[in-house]
């Protein structure tokens, strides 16, 4: 006898924390997995994926509208919009190889044009000036954070240290980028000037891994993931 369990049920509940409140406010509860929300650079919308596709909702609720990724139609949660709010940039699971690369496309939808030369290429930075993506990829088995021109040119290799490198995000002063690698054991977050140099570890918790550091627009705060150990 075939026994075929029914698709587990996932309910996704959208919320925006107030750090000056610390309180939660509810947006929207979906009947499916969303991920990433993003803002938009007027704060005025909420940008996040579902399926494969990009969706965005006003940052007061209502009914979520579809932009139009073209053939990007394997988006995975790592995208972002530009600091002029007038693109938006992607990763999009490619065919034949089925990995990550990263495309550039209008805020409002359109046609994506593809930035990074290889894959798999996972988005995580858009430079405050708009002229370059920091991303982590894996090339020739070592995932590292690498800094690129919006124009696919000039791919830089900027850790090189083994084991997992991830997660780099630019400060607002576009003087840094924040970063997570487990060079000394745990996840820990770290920070290196855009050029790669200086690098410098900036938590050290001994009881959790810490991942995915993002910059306040002030650059006064960090906010993070942080896993207990095991």
Sequence with gaps: MNYNPEPEKVTSILEIF????????????????????????????????????IYKLSASGGEPQLIDTGFANQCNNDHLVSPDGK?????????????????ILPAEGGTPRQVTPSAPSYLHGWSPDGKSLTYCANR??????YTINIDGTNETRLTF?????DGPEYTPDGKYIWFNSVRTGLMQLWRMKTDGSEQTQMTFDEDSNSWFPHISPDGKHVVYIAYKKG
């Design 87 to 103: 693109s938006l940039a992607v990763s999009h699971r490619s065919l034949p190889q089925g990995r990550p690369t990263v495309f």
């Design 18 to 53: 107030d750090i000056s409140t610390n309180k939660s406010i509810l947006i929207k509860e979906f009947p499916y997995l969303i991920e990433a929300p993003d803002w938009t650079s007027d704060g005025k919308w909420l940008i996040y994926n579902s399926e494969g596709l």
């Design 140 to 145: 020739e088995g070592e995932m590292d954070v």
């Design 161 to 165: 240290s083994e084991g997992l490198n």
